[in-house]
């Protein structure tokens, strides 16, 4: 373990020096994604407004304003570039940097990455999540803050998070394949957004579809942790949530181990 | 050391026909060919030894390198390098070589090069003594003092291929491998370069292999050369013996008084030479003959010359591996028995 770690923790660090040496780049995604919240509360409002009680499919204005923070929120903490990374390294052939070093080619992006989300989760959650509930103190008048409830958001992220790394990986994988994954990346951010929840509360959905996509891995990507954190599930919920978290995790992880193992035979570094 | 055994690579290339046509039709229905990119590849090297690995562009130098460093899998043929099997245990394999391709860069690139290499030291397991220790002798022999806190992207080609060069030598690799480590450099940088793969091989006894596109670095470093040509084998052995195997050239440059016109076809009737052995460049009043002198002596070959042309100047330059591999080159693959 010990090894592990000091194996690793360089590319953690190299992620967050990274990070730094483009700050301009880290401030454009986080400005960024602060317009695309007030756009999206804009938008809520006037759907609010217009349904006349105030409320919406069990969600409250209130709800509403933390649900659209707190999704970004998630949405930056599980955001993962591997399949952009991996599938530029694959396509230009400096992946081959990667496998002379003694260290696992996944392991050392997620290492990087890590470093990277540490970094938003200290610039750019903690500040938004303290908005949060200064606004909800405001609102309701009295702290909904609810500390075992944030833990779990935690534990909830990190599974969501290696859910999207390995997504993402798997994605990337397509490059040893496909030459130029641009187009489909978008498409594939597209399903991502709408089936996580990140662009509609799948409470929103028809039922039936609703509990489909629940079970989804899409779903571990960003409401499951959102829901937790807002306090929409019981305990026992919870508790089932975050199970079906960590089987997509352990299946998404099999999945990309599996893929690698056979794409990189396929590998073909031509020239240079 | 290193045994390579008829090692085969296949790429699957997709023919694409011209035109747009051509692009629907290669989306729809690709036409696969199949390129063989290295050809039943087999050498060993011992432990300690220089081996120069050349061939003309595309002979499939790198794709074997790839191979024997554990990035390409051999569609046929394995490789075993200190009795590991690059593609089984690639993990424990890569700890102990090193590795340069120099049209790429193994160096962070946003980050100032000293923290490659304090990355390098924790992924390698290079305790603190022996890194300080490394250290100094790279700083010596590379001289990255002056840009070591320099953002890698900042750096010139020539500073960022020691920087990368050092970086392979970090962990004191039992085997080097070093893919054009001179291309685009200047004499100062290549001869620096040169030095510290010298000096670790000495000091270390590191076995290195080689490819590369300047004769000088063959002459100046390697023991031994193995030839490739067309994903073929075409000469193994030490350079001394290319030499004598295919010929001393040697190369007369004849200046005369006025402007003068010798073919080839001349002297191959006045001197019975097959076209082989005998190779003509005309520019005005200067005029060059290249030669076999195993066939025909230089001095016959003078007092030749210098009876047909009034001739006012002449140059002797010496046999060299250049002409030597120009010549292997152009035979094309003669795969040696």
């Not at chain 1, 967050?16 to 040496?21: G, N, S």
């Not at chain 1, 949060?132 to 009295?142: A, F, K």
């Not at chain 1, 978008?186 to 028809?206: E, T």
Request: aromatic residues 12%; neutral net charge.
């Amino acid at each position: 373990m010990n090894k592990i770690r000091k194996q690793y923790l360089p590319f953690v660090r190299a992620g967050v020096q990274t990070l730094i040496a483009y700050r301009m780049n880290f401030m454009g995604f986080i400005i960024g994604g602060l317009i695309y919240c007030f756009v999206m509360y804009y938008l809520w409002q006037a759907v609010f407004l217009s349904s006349g009680d105030g409320s919406f499919m069990g969600f409250s204005m209130t709800d509403m304003v933390v649900y659209i923070f707190l999704s970004n929120v998630t949405g930056q903490l599980t955001f993962s570039s591997a399949s952009n990374d991996v599938g530029e390294e694959i396509r230009d052939g400096s992946i081959s940097m990667r496998l002379i070093k003694p260290v696992n080619v996944d392991m050392s992006y997620l290492a990087a990455e890590i470093g990277a989300a540490l970094m938003r989760f200290a610039v750019f959650a903690v500040p938004v999540m303290m908005g949060i509930e200064i606004y909800r103190y405001v609102v309701c008048e009295t702290i909904m803050f609810d500390l075992v409830r944030f833990l779990l958001y935690l534990l909830s992220i990190v599974l969501a998070y290696l859910i999207s790394f390995r997504v993402n990986l798997c994605f990337g994988f397509i490059a040893f394949y496909v030459k130029n994954l641009w187009g489909i990346g978008i498409l594939k951010n597209s399903i991502i957004n709408f089936l996580s929840g990140s662009l509609i509360p799948l409470a929103f959905m028809p039922e039936q579809l609703k509990i489909i996509l629940e079970y989804m891995p899409f779903a571990s990507m960003n409401y499951t942790p959102v829901m937790i954190y807002m306090g929409k599930y019981d305990i026992d919920e919870i508790l089932f949530r975050l199970a079906i978290q960590a089987i997509w995790a352990l299946i998404t992880y099999a999945l990309s181990k599996l893929i690698w193992f056979r794409a990189v035979k396929k590998l073909s570094v031509q020239g240079g | 050391m290193i045994y390579a055994e008829n090692l085969r690579k296949e790429f699957t290339k997709i023919i694409k026909d011209p035109g747009l046509k051509g692009s629907f039709k290669a989306l729809f229905k690709p036409r696969k060919e199949i390129v063989v990119a290295a050809d039943n590849i087999s050498f060993h090297v011992p432990k300690g030894e220089i081996l120069g690995f050349i061939g003309p562009n595309g002979a499939g130098k790198s794709t074997v390198i790839k191979m024997l460093t554990g990035i390409l899998t051999p569609t046929k043929g394995q490789c075993r390098i200190n009795g590991k099997n690059p593609q089984n245990d690639r993990k424990k394999y890569v700890r102990d070589i090193g590795v340069v391709f120099g049209q790429r860069t193994q160096l962070w690139w946003d980050l100032p090069l000293v923290e490659t290499y304090s990355v390098l030291k924790e992924i390698y397991e290079v305790s603190d003594e022996n890194f300080k220790e490394r250290m100094s002798f790279l700083n010596e022999v590379l001289d990255l003092k002056e840009f070591i806190r320099s953002p890698v992207r900042t750096l010139s080609l020539g500073q960022r291929m020691r920087a990368d060069i050092a970086a392979s030598m970090l962990h004191s690799p039992k085997v080097l491998f070093l893919d054009e480590p001179t291309i685009g450099l200047d004499v100062v940088v290549k001869d620096n370069i040169r030095r510290a793969i010298m000096k670790i091989n000495q000091e270390e006894q590191t076995t290195v292999i080689l490819t590369t596109h300047d004769i000088s670095d063959i002459e100046l470093l390697c023991d031994r050369i193995v030839m490739i040509d067309k994903g073929k084998n075409v000469y193994d052995g030490s350079l001394t013996e290319l030499k004598k195997n295919y010929g001393q050239m040697r190369e007369l440059t004849f200046e005369c008084d006025n402007e003068c016109s010798m073919s080839a076809e001349t002297f191959k009737s006045g001197l019975h030479l097959s076209k082989d052995d005998i190779f003509i460049e005309n520019d005005k009043n200067v005029f060059k003959i290249r030669f076999n002198s195993d066939v025909i002596p230089v001095g016959d070959m003078l007092n030749y010359t210098l009876s047909a042309a009034r001739v006012k100047d002449i140059a002797v330059r010496d046999a060299d591996i250049e002409e030597i591999i120009r010549r292997l080159y152009k035979e094309g693959a003669k795969p040696n028995e």
